[in-house]
């Protein structure tokens, strides 16, 4: 059970008084509960609870705001729908803004006035964590990131063992003793980040993106210490850590005087490092900040890299991670990648910035209380791909690629998940160095 004292209420209602904030107050009074924005909601579409629609979500913060900042809400507050802020609120707002949102964006493009949702709901999430009342496992995420510099907590021995037996590998199939996975070089034109998954579970899309690198001839390095592209404060709403977080990249790269900071195939890890970031640290970044997505673009208009679009012979189709896509920009430079990558793609049904969350976004997949929920909304993805009659699903984040490896085993739908520089990768013509 919640406990709440007045301290820590205080704290939370603090973040709706914030003067400064105008979004908050203007997304706050904006929403008139038509209600529109529910059937492009995966959790209200696959469970049917009313409690899912993303009106309902703004309400819960709404109410909030209305009994404690407005003049009718402190004097009559039944007559204008304002809630206290007590345990059983409390409750209500980790189940739903924590355990029913992956803050996708897709109700955005849907409402009638354009309420910023997923702002709203990072808000009710940043008055949980300040009254310490982030989920457990989601918690434990971020606690090992700001200890440990990544969030599974990996040992800088078993990293760096792992990269050298990958360089062993890589000079075999390179057939050159000089190909490298550069660790902690200074002076190099990419500062390259990783999901803590790829050396962990995926340790063969460090090697994909090595042979890249080695392919483009690229000065490129990795930290051994600090390579964490994703950064779960973001999701948790507690901008503190997210702020100790974001530092660990922003001072690493500094440390080796890297020019360009590449972020790897992570989605949430790319809006939470290049849109975020400089909020969290007050400061602006002072070097380029790009994805990984955009570099193997610029591999391939600028002609650093070849590829055989015969070698991926399968049917492809993609899955658009929400904050590289809807929140993020890229669809048509994700498209330019796969096509000129493969022969064969398929879309899916909706596509790009309509497409749907993979239903593992948000922390969802950190957050295991919430794992049959989590599934049961996959079940959207699932019919999208199992429509589109293709047998390779791509994806440039490792976090939907694990939500949609557990969707493809739910539902049975023998495709094989692959990330974009592993399709790149296959795709390659290599000339001898």
């Known amino acids: 059970m919640v406990t709440l004292d007045k301290t820590k209420k205080d704290k939370a209602i603090d973040i709706l008084r914030a003067e400064s904030d105008s979004k908050l107050v203007t997304h706050l009074n904006s929403c008139v509960r038509c209600g529109l924005c529910a059937e492009s909601c995966m959790y209200y579409l696959a469970l049917k609870e009313p409690k899912f629609m993303p009106s309902v979500k703004v309400n819960l913060v709404s109410s909030i705001y209305r009994r404690y900042c407005t003049f009718e809400g402190k004097l009559a507050p039944a007559l204008v729908n304002a809630k206290e802020l007590d345990e059983n609120m409390a409750e209500e707002m980790i189940d739903v803004l924590y355990g029913g949102c992956t ?22 999430r940043e008055m949980l964590a300040t009254m310490g009342l982030v989920p457990l496992t989601l918690q434990s995420t971020v606690d090992a990131a ?31 003793e000089n190909a490298r996975i550069p660790i902690d070089e200074e002076n190099k034109e990419i500062f390259y980040t990783l999901n803590p998954r790829e050396p962990k579970f995926f340790p063969l899309s460090i090697s994909a993106m090595a042979k890249i690198f080695y392919a483009a001839n690229s000065e490129w390095t990795l930290s051994s210490k600090y390579y964490d592209v994703t950064n779960y404060g973001y999701f948790s709403g507690n901008n503190e850590e997210a702020a100790i977080i974001a530092r660990h990249l922003y001072d690493e790269i500094h440390r080796l005087h890297g020019k360009r900071l590449v972020l790897g195939e992570c989605g949430h890890g790319s809006r939470a490092n290049r849109w975020e970031g400089p909020n969290y640290l007050k400061k602006e970044y002072d070097f380029d900040t790009i994805t990984v ?39 048509e430079e994700i498209r330019f990648v796969v096509n000129s990558a493969v022969d064969n793609l398929v879309e899916m049904t909706p ?36 429509n589109t009659g293709a047998k390779v699903v791509i994806t440039p984040c490792h976090n939907c690629v694990d939500q949609l490896m557990q969707i493809n085993h739910t539902y049975k739908l023998g495709v094989k998940i692959m990330t974009i520089s592993e399709v790149v990768a296959n795709a390659l013509i290599i000339k001898q160095q």
């Not at 919430?370 to 999208?384: S, T, V």
């Open 146 to 176: 700001v200890n440990t510099g990544n969030n599974m907590a990996i040992p800088t021995d078993e990293f760096v063992g792992t990269l050298k037996w990958l360089e062993e590998d890589l000079k075999d199939e390179m057939q050159d």
């Open 351 to 386: 596509c790009g910035k309509d497409n749907f969350c993979c239903g593992g976004g948000g922390g969802a997949l950190a957050m295991s209380e919430y794992n049959e929920r989590r599934l049961k909304i996959g079940k959207i993805k699932a019919d999208q791909i199992a």
């Open 103 to 124: 803050m996708c964006g897709r109700c955005v493009k849907h409402c009638s006035i354009g309420v910023d949702i997923p702002f709203l709901v990072h808000k009710g």
């Open 293 to 331: 997505v955009e570099l193997i673009a610029e591999y391939i208009r600028g002609e650093k890299i070849k590829l055989d679009k015969s070698l991926n012979k399968e049917v492809f189709t993609i899955h658009d991670p929400c904050n590289l896509v809807r929140n993020g920009g890229l669809m």
